[in-house]
Each structure stands twice: as structure tokens, then as C-alpha cells.
């Protein structure tokens, strides 16, 4: 009986044991959020996954001379490249060699101002949220738009991976960025004082900061070595500052992960959790946003625009979202 | 009873864990695949192909990446300029500058000399414009024009320093460039009236310069009022031409009224009337007459005339010299210089090795620049109401001509010739679009000739594929494509390798499409200015 008894609870503690492991094979196919490729990664650029949105069938919706003239974000430069293949057939390596955006601001200027001119002007755009002064230019000058959000990413906080603070709450981080949280020692990390990196006013991933973390309240001055121009400059930087660990920045999360990153960072968790695609998409991980899909109110509904518009809502079109490793929004 | 309810505690505690888990594995949100990352770089097998210890820079306006062979020694960012520093008169490469933006320095910006292990040999407090003359590191001002409008921006930033003591040489308080010739040292200086306000631009700048040739201990051997000296190796062209010679300009009446003069540091000879370098050491001098003499700078002891012209001489191969034919029916005029013979030219073609010519008469030749050697000479059919062509010599064995019909440029006949004569006719094949957008060679190797053909692609964007000499593509949708910038073998890369971007990634590539060394554009991106492409 004894070896009864102990055969059973061996059972079930492996019941339990598989059922953890399973689920954690399942539902965790990520790796840890990893610190940023290496050079001597031996891997290429991987072609589409093999997943449950491939089984969606890509149809061509459009030739590829159709394809509208579209515009964007950096961080959305491979989504844009993708939804070029899905809609046309292309292959996904020449459709990223047709890519090229002008950044977050110019994208919504370039179709709110612009896309009503003769000629290649832009005609759709995916792209983040745009800043305030632009909305106001679009407000004041632009034509209107339809826009609706096909995707979330998030906000992330970095910091050299010798800095030992895992986590810093909202608050924190706005105290750091007023100023007045100066060491890190206050939060938990070393006797160092807190080099925060910004970005220019206009950038997108500024325009999220100021959004959801400051909100209006207080907010430093940086000096322009901590405000660099280019989201790449601000990863360099931060990987690169002294070589200390006191540095902090912010950049989107799909740019760090996927698109740029460098050996010597790690992402902050905020409010204790750390951002992955499964934490922004259930909107865990507190400092999530949209980005957006937009055409002008007057294209038609034949145009090559209003078609690819209205495919991002298809679940092909979440299909190719999810392929390219964004987080797809419902309608 | 109480084990009796532990156990079965801990085995409803275990097969709810287990439900709870794999229910809840389903309530979970669809969460993305996550993909593997972008690589910054990919593993190349054929970067074995760079490993000739040469420095080379990939330049990208986000941030240039220094190579030495295929070893990376510099990863740029888009404050920085990267620059290789050599000596015109040399081959090897053997440093790299970088300068960058830093508040803490006075000028807001630093820079720094590296040799080609990567390691920093010098650093400085501000950019500037290096050059090497043998041993001497030649650091000219980069905001020389600035100063003419305004007071805060001064000359006197030139320096020059002997690499092999560190020594710096004495040089003028107000001299902003300096050329280097046979350990003499000729400055070029500016002041600024006193009378001009703050903001006023110096209208007459080249009034206010001054040349100081002087010794390696500050002695001044010769100035000249309006004047600035500068060295030929600006020019295109300049392969063997010594060392000795550097040239003068002076102003008579502001900048557009200007003579040059070539002058000899070691044989004191001058030589007014400078017009152009031709190429294989020779160069064309005005006379006061109008005439063009085209004159053997290379020449012991003493310049030699070779022939005398009425035009302006371009391109010199010995026994071949084309010259300008401005305002006449054809641009270019070529003159044998064995038989006298002269002929009116559709178009050339001169780089350091090779010079193309395509005659009015149908004849094509190419001309080893050093040697003189004929290296293809041919006959070249006419298309019907032929009004123009151009000409390219691809490598040493090639030579391609587009033949274009009076009134209708948009779709020449394009031609590929060898030696032999007539290797193929290029026409455009039914899976490419209608027309062509543009084409140029690329490269050659290993025997074969490569072309770019440039394409209307889809989002505005051209596209480029690579062709064989048989009109067969090789490569396609390019985003990029196009030779590397050479000039005295300057930046070269391995032969048949150009400059490319495919997808996400751009760097050097060899016709079968294998990268050399590339690097992601996201390595380096900015989602800050209006520029466009990252790439």
C-alpha cells in the first residue's frame, strides 16, 4: 500500500509538473526578453513563421504597381513591408526593399497636408500616434482623415544590464524624469547618479512618453547629449554611456526587441511587469498604445488605399499583423 | 481522516493547478509569435574576400561602420563623420578619423586619429579636414567659409603634425589650410577687416587671403597677397603627378577673377595658365595667346610641352588626348597624337585606368591610360537618325555604348563590345517593365560584365536588378545598387563587389548575391528628420 500511496502522489506531482510545463511550452514560445542580438548570431533574417495566422490565406489583393504610396513610422517599417507582400504577392525581401518612411510627424503631415497633391503623394500610413504640434497643423490646415488602431505596443524603459534595479514603479519613473529621484540608490540600485535619456520633442517615441507616463506634470530639460536625434543613437548611448550602468532611456518596445538592439541592455519592468507581446497584448504591462492605420476621408472605396485600409481589419489582415510580430488590436 | 483529507488536498491541489493551467492557457490573449530579432549583421561566407588589410569605410548618413579587411573596427552614429586619411601619393590606407558632437568641447565637437587596429593615435578638440603628406598629418579648418561672415568663426585652427616625432610645425595665426610639398609648408590665411560688423559677409573674402610658404621651423619663404594654395590631389585625374607641384590661385578682383599657377617646390619652376589635370601626370595650361598646351608634369628637371591645342584639353593617354568641342556640333574633339588624326567624338569615358572614346565615325576605341595600349578598337554600327551617344570602357575588356535616335532618348539601342567586336545587343526582356528607367555598368569579374538596371518598383520606389553581359539577371529588386567610389584605388572594394541594399540590409555584394559584410538600416536609424530613406 505504502508504494501504492507513493506511486499515486508521484502521479499527480507529475501531472502537475507536465501541466506546468506544458502550458509554459505553450504559452511561452519567447525566449526571455532578450538584451538585443549579437553580431556573431548565426542566424538570418527568418522568412515568414510557420504559425496559426499562416493558415489564413494570403490572397493578393492588389498588383504591385497598385500598391499605394504609404508612409510611416520607423518602429512600423517591417509591418509596412509585410501588409506590401500579403496584399500583393511580393516577395517579403523586395517588398522591404520598397519600404521607406519619413518618420512618425512627417507620415501624418505628408497625408493629412500633402496626400491630396498630384502625383506619388502619400495616400496611407502606418504609423504611431502623432505629436501634439502636428495634430494641430492637421487640425488647422489638413485634410481629414479616417484612422483607426491595428496594433499596441508599448512603451519600454532600458538600462545597461549591469544596473541591477529590475523594476521601477510609474511614479518613479516620473520622478526620475522631473528630477527629482537623482540617484539610484533611491530606487533600490546603486550609489549612481540617474542619467535619463530623452528624445526630440517631435519624435514619436517622445510624443508616447510625454502621453502615457508624464501626462502634463513635470518633465526636465535635457541637455542635447541626452536627447540624441535617432532612436538608435538613444540605444547606442544608453549601451555605450561611460560605461556605467546609470544610464536610462525609453525607446517602443517592437524597435528594441525586434529591430535594433545592442548587447548591454535589458528593459525595466514597470509597476512589476515586464513588457513582451503577450504582456501588451493583454494590456498588463501598464504603458501600452496603439498605432494606427490611416487614409484620407476622400479616398474611395476602390482606391488601392481603401482597400488596403479595409484589409487590416480582415483576419488576413490581423494575420499579417501578428506574422510580423506586432500585437493586433481588434476592431 | 486528517492525512486522508491532506492527501486529498494535495491532490485536488494538483489537479486544479494542472486545470487551472491548461484552462488557463487558453484564456489567455492571443499573443504574437514572437520572431527572432533583426540581426545587425549578417554571417557572411565570402567575407574572406575583405581580408586584404585595407581600411574601408560603408557609408551610411545614420552612421558609418569602419572595416579593416573584414574586421570591424568602428560603428558609426549619425553625429560622426568618418573619413579614411591618406596620402594621395601613396597606396596604403593606414588611418581613419572620426569626428563627433561633445558639448564639453569648447567647439562642440571632438575628433580622434585611428590607425588600423583601431586604436586612437591622436585626438583633437574639433573637426577638421585631414589629409597625410608623407609623414605629416594636415588638419585644415572645416568652417573655412564661415569665417568670412562672421567674427566668432577665426581662422588660425590649421595644424600640422610630423606623426613620426609628434611635432607640430610652427604655422601663421590666421591660417586655416595648409599643403605640404617636400617637407615645405604652404598656408593659406585669412583676415577679416576690422571695419566689417558682426554678421556682414566679406564680399571681397579672397581679397583678404594670403599664401606663406615657409620651412619646418616657421621660417616664411614666400608670401603672396591674394592668394591661396591648395594641392592637386582635389582634382580628378591627378595619377601621376608628382608630389612637387602645388597650385596657386590668385584673385586680381574678387573670386570669379582668378589666375592659376602650378608651382614646383623643388625645381622653383612655375607655370601660369592653369587650367585642368588630364591624367597620367599631365595637365593643361592656358596661354596668354588661347591656346592649350598639355604639358608632361612628370618629367625630370624640367616640364615637358607635349602638343599644343585651341581647346581646352580633358583626358590624356599616351598618343590620345580628347579635348573640349563647347558650342560646336560635338562636345568632344580626339587627337591622335602618333598620326596627327582629328575627329569629332559623341562621348568619353576616363577613369584612372582606362579611357573610352566613341568617334562620330562609328569608331570605338579604349586606351590604357598608363600605357597607351589599345585595348579594344572597333567599328560601332549607327542606330537610324543617331544624334548622340554614351560611352562606358567596363573594366579592360568591355566596352558599352547607348545609341540614341534623334528625338526619342527614352529607349536607346544599348551595345556590349569586347575586342573582338560585338559581344551582344542588350534588349530589354518581357518580365521587366515597359522602358527603361536607367542603365549603367556595375562591375566586372572574373571575365564578366555586370549592369544596373533601375526600374520603377512599387511604393514610389526604384528597384534595381543586376545584369550579366548576355542581358541575364543575376540579381533582382535591389533597393540599392551601384560601384563603390574609387578614384587612386581610394575606398575599393574586391573585384566585382558594389554597393547594395536587399530587404533590411545593406553593405557589399558580389554579382552572386552574397553579402561581403552588411549591416541591418535598423542599426542605425532615425525617426527624427524628414531624409526619407534610412538607406
Known sequence: ?331 | MKTTLFRFGRTAACLTLAVALLTGCSLLPAASPRKDPIPVEQPSDASAALDDGKLRILYDSNGSTVLCGSKVLHEGRGDETVALVYDPAESDIPYYWVAWSDNSSPSGRRSALYDKTGAEVLTFEQDHSVTLSGNYLVLNQTDALEFSCDHAVQPGDCRVIDLTTRQEIPSPDTAYQCVVSNDLFAFTCYERPETLADGEYDEDMYQHVRMVLQDREGNPLREEDRCTATSLSNQNNTSGIPSDWILLDFYMDGYLSQSSTLSNTVTGEELDGFDRVCGNGTASFRTEDGQYQLIDLASTEQSEVLATFDRSVLYHAPGAVVCWNAGNDYRYQFHDLTTGEMKPVYNVDADDKTLAVYATDGTLRVYDRTTGAILTDVNVDSVENQDSARVWAVGEDYALVMLYPAGDHSKPTIRLYDAQGLVRQLTISASTPDGYYYFAPLTTTDGHAYFRYGYAGPNGKTLYDVLDENGNAVLKGLALCYSYYGGNGLNDLPAGAFMARKGFYYGWMTPDGQWLYCRSIFASSTDEHGYGDLI
Open chain 1, 1 to 331: 500500500m505504502k508504494q501504492t500511496a507513493l506511486s499515486r502522489r508521484a502521479f499527480l506531482l507529475g501531472l502537475g509538473a507536465v501541466s506546468s510545463a506544458a502550458l509554459l511550452s505553450a504559452c511561452n514560445t519567447n525566449a526571455p526578453v532578450n538584451s538585443g542580438p549579437t553580431p556573431s548570431q548565426p542566424e538570418r533574417e527568418p522568412a515568414a513563421s510557420p504559425d496559426a495566422s499562416s493558415e489564413v490565406t494570403r490572397e493578393p489583393i492588389l498588383t504591385a504597381d497598385e500598391f499605394p504610396m504609404t508612409d510611416g513610422s520607423t518602429a512600423c517599417i517591417p509591418l509596412i513591408a509585410q501588409i506590401m507582400a500579403d496584399t500583393t504577392g511580393m516577395d517579403l525581401e523586395t517588398a522591404q526593399s520598397c519600404v521607406s518612411t519619413n518618420t512618425t510627424a512627417w507620415a501624418w503631415r505628408n497625408l493629412s497636408l500633402y496626400g491630396g497633391n498630384e502625383g506619388d503623394s502619400t495616400k496611407l500610413i502606418i504609423a504611431y500616434e502623432a505629436p501634439e504640434s502636428v495634430k494641430e497643423e492637421m487640425a488647422a490646415e489638413g485634410g481629414p482623415l479616417d484612422q483607426k488602431a491595428i496594433g499596441r505596443d508599448a512603451l519600454v524603459f532600458i538600462v545597461n544590464e549591469e544596473n541591477p534595479v529590475q523594476s521601477l514603479s510609474q511614479q518613479q519613473l516620473r520622478d526620475i524624469y522631473a528630477g527629482k529621484i537623482t540617484n539610484w540608490k533611491d530606487v533600490g540600485g546603486a550609489d549612481l547618479p540617474i542619467v535619463a535619456f530623452q528624445r526630440r520633442e517631435d519624435s514619436g517615441s517622445q510624443t508616447l512618453f510625454q502621453k502615457l507616463l508624464i501626462q502634463g506634470g513635470e518633465l526636465m530639460d535635457a541637455p542635447t547629449e541626452l536627447a540624441p536625434t535617432e532612436m538608435g543613437g538613444l540605444v547606442d548611448s544608453i549601451a555605450e554611456y561611460n560605461n556605467t550602468a546609470n544610464a536610462i532611456g525609453f525607446s517602443v518596445y517592437y524597435y528594441i526587441d525586434q529591430m535594433y538592439s545592442k548587447p548591454g541592455l535589458r528593459l525595466l519592468a514597470v509597476d512589476g511587469v515586464t513588457p513582451s507581446n503577450e504582456t501588451i497584448a493583454d494590456q498588463s504591462y501598464p504603458l501600452c498604445n496603439e498605432f494606427y492605420a490611416a487614409v484620407r476621408q476622400d479616398s474611395g472605396a476602390d482606391t488601392p488605399e481603401r482597400k488596403v485600409y479595409d484589409w487590416l481589419s480582415t483576419d488576413a489582415g490581423r494575420a499579417c499583423i501578428e506574422k510580423s510580430g506586432y500585437v493586433a488590436v481588434q476592431d
